[in-house]
């Protein structure tokens, strides 16, 4: 890096240059009028005064020269400071100051080193967006792919059960078809994560009326939980409700996860538990499962589930707290606090 010219050291040159300058022609000048004119020479009051004269000069000649370097100073960190603060307002780069190669002091040298840290934070960008898309796109095949062989394994296993075989081995063909399954489930859940963090499913905020979007999902859900023998308590009030300002597809997807987390993991509580709390604006989801410390279906496909309610719940600005014991699971969501509030209260609420 090219060795710039201190800024401080410029700064005390041109003072003393205005300090020492001007005495210094003020003598030379008194000693030549007083060889040249003889006759005329200063009493001790105008001495008194041209010294005034001149202290007084050097006093507003610093204070001028100060005032007008610390103003050009402020106006360079002012712009720097601005560059900085538009990244922290618009969560975004900022854009690279100016920086004059021929000077390069101090402040030059700093600006130099923040445009070096923009490069490289947007190579790092570039380089991050290229990996996750690489990365979508493989999940993506992988889970198109994997659904051939998976539809192989069933079929051979639906003939297996047409032939003569044991207990023993009815009970093994049934176990390989539920391990099938979850597998297909598991690959539908990573396909759904990764275009919702790809962008494929937009999201589009909007008035949701909570009440009516509820009731819409249970009842979707009716026949499924009859199906299994489920029994639905839903408290959900006719007469009121609220709004939420969310994208109601995704809200509706993220009842629909719950829902089928309920189905594939929980159904042995033969429960299911939803209520709208309108004075405190939260939706809860309760089962009488083993709990999700308890069961271990959910380390088999119930994490990446959850894992996209967490970000759809995100985006919304919304939280889930989750409550599971060996009694069962409840699942309470409603509006996230803002961050810095959030920090106030010490804890990070959501999934």
Do not use: C
């Not at 003889?38 to 007084?56: C, D, P, R």
């Not at 002012?78 to 900022?94: G, I, K, V």
Request: charged share 25%; no cysteine; glycine share 6%.
């Amino acid at each position: 890096m090219k060795q710039g010219r201190p800024l401080f050291r410029r700064y005390l040159k041109i003072h003393f240059m205005f300090i020492f300058f001007p005495p210094m022609v003020l003598i030379i000048l008194s000693a030549f009028v007083e060889v040249s004119v003889n006759e005329v020479t200063l009493n001790t009051l105008n001495q008194f005064y041209a010294a005034l004269f001149v202290f007084g000069f050097i006093i507003v000649a610093f204070v001028l020269i100060s005032w007008l370097f610390f103003l050009k100073l402020r106006k360079r960190l002012t712009s720097l400071q601005e560059a900085m603060a538009f990244s922290a307002e618009h969560s975004s780069f900022p854009q690279p100051v100016p920086v004059q190669s021929d000077r390069m002091d101090e402040i030059d040298q700093l600006g130099r080193s923040f445009n070096w840290m923009i490069q490289q934070l947007e190579d790092s960008r570039a380089r991050e967006h290229e990996e996750e898309g690489l990365r979508h796109r493989l999940i993506a095949n992988l889970s198109h792919d994997l659904r051939t062989p998976l539809t192989i394994l069933r079929g051979h296993i639906t003939r297996l059960n047409r032939e003569a075989i044991s207990s023993e081995g009815q009970s093994s063909l049934a176990e390989m078809d539920r391990t099938i399954t979850r597998a297909g489930e598991l690959m539908d859940d990573l396909f759904s994560y990764t275009q919702l963090t790809s962008g494929k499913l937009p999201f589009v905020p909007a008035p949701a009326d909570i009440g009516r979007l509820v009731r819409a999902a249970v009842a979707a859900w009716y026949p499924v939980f009859e199906e299994q023998d489920i029994q639905i308590n839903a408290d959900i009030p006719a007469d009121t409700t609220f709004y939420w300002e969310a994208d109601p597809k995704w809200l509706t997807r993220v009842l629909d996860n719950l829902f089928q987390n309920i189905v594939r993991h929980a159904a042995d509580g033969k429960y299911v538990s939803v209520m709208i709390d309108i004075e405190k604006e939260v939706i809860t989801v309760a089962d009488k499962g083993p709990g999700m410390d308890n069961s271990s279906a959910y380390e088999h496909g119930a994490g990446i589930g959850l894992s996209a309610v967490g970000y759809m719940l995100e985006k919304m600005r919304l939280k889930a707290e989750f409550t599971s014991d060996e009694y069962g699971t409840s699942v309470t969501i409603g509006k996230a606090l803002p961050k810095s509030n959030q920090e106030l209260n010490g804890r990070i609420p959501g999934m």
